[in-house]
């Protein structure tokens, strides 16, 4: 059972939208930025949003970030097939003194 | 470019000891954070624990699963984090990734990961 809890799939066309959700408590989420990662197929994660909403070089800006209280947001637009991947979000739990990571979520394009 | 090797990984018993290692490069180590995130086969990222530079106090604290079995440590001499697994269990088993940390808990490079496997 994660700390912080993530949709196991989500799914659309080419071209489409999704948003993935990551819900946390006053501990983590809503004290913390919040960092995303992709991980695609037999390969390590990578960063692709940090501080919440900031892009690291080379992120394209289909991809963003967002936090409100206790909930942080990643949404990719204009999907590819090569977003096909497995998403989590991270970040710190003041209360466990320790890292964080949701169940992940795997995107699909349709 | 940022670089970060995992080795040691393998095959162990069940209560037996284990080191991994991770050679970094293509940053000033001395000053780095590093953390150990770990995934079991078909399952989500897992953190492990975190190392802080030795200028910010060389502290470092550990998820509730692994504490008290597990210790990081760092050689900034030779740019090489180690983790040092005790007491291991079948549950331990996955890929062992070490990350190159910046602010709390962002990790911002990633090692390809070394696996290890518990297993009588």
């Known amino acids: 059972q994660s700390v912080l809890t993530q949709p196991p799939s989500v799914s659309a066309a080419p071209g489409q939208k999704v948003t993935i959700s990551c819900s946390g408590s006053?501990?983590?989420?809503?004290?913390?930025?919040v960092s995303w990662y992709q991980q695609l197929p037999g390969r390590a994660p990578k960063l692709l949003i940090h501080n919440t909403n900031k892009r690291p070089s080379g992120i394209p800006d289909r991809f963003s970030g967002s936090k409100s209280g206790t909930s942080a947001t990643l949404t990719i637009t204009g999907l590819q097939t090569g977003d096909e991947a497995d998403y989590y979000c991270g970040t710190w739990d003041n209360g466990l003194t320790a890292g964080v990571f949701g169940g992940g979520t795997k995107v699909t394009v349709l | 470019e940022v670089q970060l090797v995992e080795s040691g990984g393998g095959l162990v018993r069940p209560g037996g000891s284990l080191r991994v290692s991770c050679a970094a490069s293509?940053?000033?180590?001395?000053?780095?954070?590093l953390t150990w995130v770990r995934q079991a086969p078909g399952k989500g990222l897992e953190w492990v624990g975190r190392?802080?530079?030795?200028?910010?106090?060389?502290?470092?604290h550990y998820a509730a699963p692994v504490k008290d079995r597990f210790t990081i440590s760092r050689d900034d001499s030779k740019n090489t984090l180690h983790l040092v697994m005790t007491r291991l269990k079948t549950e331990d088993t996955a890929v062992y990734y070490c990350?190159?940390?910046?602010?709390?808990?962002?990790?911002?490079?990633w090692g390809r990961g070394t696996l290890v496997t518990v297993s009588s």
């Open positions: 006053d501990s983590n989420i809503e004290g913390n930025y």
């Open positions: 190392i802080k530079s030795n200028p910010d106090g060389g502290t470092t």
């Open positions: 293509g940053f000033t180590f001395d000053n780095a954070w």
């Open positions: 990350a190159f940390t910046s602010g709390v808990a962002t990790f911002d490079h």
